[in-house]
């Protein structure tokens, strides 16, 4: 059964996220909360908890990971940036917006696209998931909580608990986090394409 941790949007107890870092450096798959909408999160390298995430959203090997990064520094050991695409990418962080970038070699081959050995990263804007973050002191491999022939991805901490409670080993639960997933900016080639439109405002990337 999957331990349910309920915590302060705006005052996260430090001994709620401690352990809930701890369960994940020990091997967890847990699902929690973001700027949009919850997630699924393991550490990075957790290849069981992977395949995991794969089984329960029914992904194939073309699905792009998430690095879940506290900051850019963070982000820059796993993703290469030219200047324009960096400054492009900080000015829309932090925020709802997963930029696909090309790998450096920090990232497991498992994570990869397996054609443009390319990664999903991102810098979300929410409280608990920063100090989430920054108890873990690395990336959290994410996907979306959205699970297979639905059309939204899951919004109550409760749900999640009741309907994945044998297959997440934890559910970090802080209340309503929207239903709009990440709007995702391709920025592999240079150039921005916008492969979803989602919770973040793409007006500054067309």
């Known amino acids: 059964m999957a331990k349910y941790f309920d915590v302060h949007p705006e005052n996260p107890q430090r001994r709620t996220i401690s352990s809930v870092a701890d369960s994940i450096r ?18 990075l390298g957790n290849r069981e908890a992977l395949g995991r995430i794969r089984s329960i959203r029914d992904l194939d090997d073309r699905h792009h990971f998430t690095l879940m990064c506290q900051n850019f520094a963070q982000l820059g050991q796993f993703a290469h940036m030219d200047n324009d695409v960096f400054r492009a990418i900080k000015a829309a962080t932090p925020g709802p917006y997963t930029f696909i970038l090309r790998a450096t070699s920090e990232v497991p081959r498992q994570l990869l696209h397996p054609k443009k050995k ?5 810098i979300p804007d929410h409280l608990v998931t920063q100090t989430l973050l920054a108890e873990l002191d690395e990336p959290l ?25 044998h297959e997440v080993d934890a559910v970090l ?8 997933p990440t709007t995702v900016i ?13 919770a973040g405002d793409t007006t500054r990337f067309e």
């Open 173 to 180: 639960d802080s209340g309503d986090c929207g239903i709009r």
């Open 141 to 165: 491999v994410s996907s979306t909580l959205l699970l297979p022939d639905e059309e939204e991805p899951m919004t109550q901490g409760w749900e999640i608990k009741e309907r994945l409670d």
């Open 118 to 122: 390319t990664v999903g990263v991102r």
């Open 186 to 198: 391709d920025f592999s080639s240079g150039e921005a394409e916008i492969v979803r439109h989602g």
């Open 26 to 43: 020990s091997g967890a798959l847990i699902a929690y909360p973001t700027d949009s909408c919850f997630a699924l999160g393991c550490r």
